[in-house]
């Protein structure tokens, strides 16, 4: 019932910025906590930045200073704009909207979506 639809991914020199943006249609998206998470060719998929329902933040360590997650809940999207890309930030990013009481001990909840994922180079 819920789709995410990611979009501004691509190929970006290091040292670049991208926004990447995705749009949620379905549900109620001012109650969802969204993320975005990132996935490279033969690693684990990780967390990058989430923002909950009333916009607090957190971000991997790795792209603390770097990356800002952002909301517009009158737009039903969540943004993540990538500054200082380097290459190891390479890797297939993914919207995810997590919904309904969080699953203790954990950052998941008990209704989890998530996009098809959009692709982010960085590169010379």
């Known amino acids: 019932q819920v789709q995410l639809v990611e979009s501004g991914g691509g190929l970006v020199q290091p040292g670049g910025s991208l926004r990447l943006s995705c749009a949620a249609s379905g549900g109620i998206f001012s109650s969802f906590a969204m993320a975005w998470y990132r996935q490279a060719p033969g690693k684990q998929r990780e967390l990058v930045a989430a923002i909950t329902n009333t916009g607090t933040t957190n971000y991997a360590d790795s792209v603390k200073g770097r990356f800002t997650i952002s909301r517009d809940n009158a737009k039903n999207t969540v943004y993540l704009q990538m500054n200082s890309l380097k290459p190891e930030d390479t890797a297939v990013y993914y919207c995810?909207?997590?919904?309904?009481?969080?699953?203790?001990?954990?950052?998941?909840?008990?209704?989890?979506?998530w996009g098809q994922g959009t692709q982010v180079t960085v590169s010379s």
């Open positions: 995810n909207a997590g919904a309904g009481p969080r699953i203790p001990g954990t950052v998941k909840y008990a209704f989890n979506y």
